[in-house]
């Protein structure tokens, strides 16, 4: 019965995170470049920046379905996060691999890639809650994960590492804008 309710909560959501990603793109500007908003939403057009408009989403999303189909917290958790892991892996993967190809990116083909991205991570943790069997084991590791991932999505929002994932490619520069 969980697996059900599991998956028809999570397509409602998928459907649902949709218009919170595009929200996000626009939340910084929208409230006036306000702190807060940089770190929820993106702050910039960095690939790490709009990876972070699909990260949250699903993760608001995922805590909405823990409340309403009540799973087995540890699966749940170690599902969550293999979601995470899967929209920055994918994410990452995705946009050089299709970006390397063609020499450059295309704001339809971004669009379509972050509306797979947020498919694969419902999927990911989908299949990681209903199929794997030993997930309770693991849920210490994937607890620290969890809070691990939470801290780098914040960290890296506040102090952008120099590299090319972080570089918002229409300023040249890294983080949040400096007024």
Known sequence: MTEKRLF???????FLAIPLMFLQHFLYDITGKADLAAIIGAANE???EHMKIIFLPFLLAS??????????????LVATTGGLITVIVSMITLYYTYTGIIGHHILLVDI???????????????????????????????????????????LFTLFAPQLPLFLDTETMTYGIPKP
Do not use: H
């Open 8 to 14: 028809k909560w999570d397509i409602i959501f998928y």
């Open 46 to 48: 960095s690939i790490w």
């Open 63 to 76: 805590v909405c379905i823990y409340f309403i189909v009540k799973p087995d917290l540890k699966r749940f």
């Open 112 to 154: 379509l890639l972050s509306f797979i991205v947020l498919f694969l991570a419902f999927f990911v943790s989908y299949r990681l809650y209903t199929k794997w069997e030993k997930a309770e084991r693991f849920f210490l590791m994937f607890a620290v994960l969890f809070l691990l991932l939470l801290a780098i999505y914040v």
